[in-house]
């Protein structure tokens, strides 16, 4: 694999304006799918509330007192119509709160970001334009005339900078598109989008940020090693 990819990046009229470096150890890596699994599985669960609760046949009101007598009636038994099998009883081991979340290490879900984007770059599936809207006042339909010549997929995820307001009002409501920022890119976002389109500044601040790739990892370790 050589160290960069390289991709065009097109201006608002879908013109070529220069080219941009996709780093191999970030763009092209080999894509692990279990650990992209695992980090996917983690991120869902994560967003779970757990607030779901039921009641037992304790914390139902009523059904202090017995509904009928022992013995003599042909029915079975019974001691409190707020038993499960009565309507309005307790329900036998439901749902109670509970916390969702799994531990998930950084270096997992670097890993797998890299794997996801390294999977959609592979197939040309990573864009870059220099802006969506040229003016100081947000147009959708600038936007939407920058999108559509660069995809025309279904889902498309953009990732723009931070203070990108003009862009992110822009495309906010449009149905087909996911925004982020840039350092809020994760491998789900990018496993559901078709294509992932980058403004230059947002690649740029994601490439400077804390994803790093597995020869920045080992120069790191080096780096460390000969410090002691």
């Known amino acids: 694999m050589s160290d960069t990819l390289t991709v065009d990046v097109l201006d608002g009229k879908g013109k070529k304006a220069g080219t941009a470096d996709l780093p191999a150890d970030v763009f092209d890596v080999q894509t692990n799918v279990p650990l992209i699994h695992q980090v996917v599985v983690a991120q869902l669960a994560a967003a779970r509330q757990g607030t779901h609760d039921t009641k037992s046949r304790g914390e139902v009101r009523g059904g202090g007192r017995k509904p009928y007598k022992q013995k003599g009636t042909g029915r079975a038994r019974q001691g409190s119509t707020r038993a499960p099998q009565f ?53 959708t339909k600038a936007a939407l005339a920058v999108l559509d010549n660069l995809s025309g997929r279904k889902n498309v995820l953009v990732v723009v900078e931070r203070q990108d307001e003009i862009t992110w009002k822009s495309l906010r409501n449009v149905e087909r598109v996911h925004l982020l920022v840039a350092d809020q890119l994760n491998t789900y976002d990018v496993l559901i989008s078709d294509d992932v389109v980058f403004t230059q500044g947002a690649l740029d601040a994601f490439l400077a940020g804390p994803v790093k790739g597995a020869k920045a990892v080992a120069t790191e370790s080096e780096a460390n090693e000969e410090t002691k």
């Open 87 to 139: 309507a309005g009883g307790g329900v036998v081991h439901g749902p109670t709160p509970r916390d969702y979340s799994q531990r998930t290490p950084k270096k997992m879900k670097a890993a797998a970001l890299r794997g996801a984007l390294s999977d959609r770059a592979r197939a040309g599936r990573v864009h870059v334009v220099t802006g969506f809207n040229p003016g100081e006042v947000p147009s």
